[in-house]
């Protein structure tokens, strides 16, 4: 019985971890190119009373093993990558990848982090950056009479100059994608990081050699589904209910085998 406290308990901590996953997925239901992650789990290791091989009698061999475990325990947190709705905004500095990729920022350290925000600014320095003032890699500068900028599919950033009929190309934004993206780390603020569990990037053009498509004046939506987390989070509940049922079972049992010396 004392096991079964143990094992119980350690399944109340699995789904509360759950639980925390599944909040922080709602949490973020609005925000721009989020990815959705969900926490998976396994069994801890078995106490075995009597091994399949055992033989009680004489030329008998037990086809099964008798056998109990110990729980369970959380080892990984898996996000899903899988495409976002995209949404029209009109705003030209607004950028969805459709497909694979990542767009790549400088943080002020020099390290390379990848983001699918699309949600791009101009700097007083006439730069291209994200929402939090991170430089685009690589770096896209306007010119100071720039009127209007365009940005195909594969990326080319070109800008209306005052006074001139055609417009100039001034860059192309270069995305980046891994052969284990699950492996990234997180780092707030839209942003992720390579590990050595995701290998290093591989860096390409938009359009080409399997990279996604640059939507301008689009932006990629969460691809957390509602129904899917409050479905996700009654039976997490449930999971929670029944775990603390059982130590409160095996709490009585307890009590009942203490009060037979009475």
Known sequence: MIRSLRSAASGMFAQQ??????????????????????VQFQ????????PASASLQSN????????????????????????????????PLDLAISGDGFFQVQMPDGQIAYTRDGQMKINADGVI?????????????????????????EGIVMAYVAGKTLPEEIGQLELARFINPAGMTSLGQNLFAE????????????????????????LEASNVS??????????????????????KTADQMLQHAANLKR
Do not use: C, W
């Open 129 to 153: 950056v994200t929402a939090n003032g991170y430089y685009v890699e690589p770096d896209i500068n306007l010119p100071d009479d720039t009127q209007q900028i365009a940005i195909n599919r």
């Open 195 to 218: 590990t050595i569990a995701s290998g290093p990037p591989i860096r390409g053009e938009a359009s080409l050699d399997g990279f996604g498509s640059i939507e301008q004046g689009y």
């Open 43 to 50: 069994d801890l290791m078995y106490q075995v009373i009597r």
């Open 60 to 91: 008998v061999i037990e086809p099964v093993e008798l056998a109990v475990g110990h729980g369970v325990r959380p080892v990984a947190n898996t996000r899903s990558y899988a495409q976002g709705t995209l949404t029209g905004t009109g705003n």
């Open 226 to 247: 509602v129904v899917e987390e409050m479905v996700e989070m009654i039976t997490t509940q449930r999971a929670y209910e029944i775990n603390s049922k059982s130590i």
């Open 17 to 38: 971890l759950r639980l925390d996953n599944i909040a922080n997925n709602l949490a973020n239901v609005n925000t721009t190119g989020f990815k959705k992650s969900d």
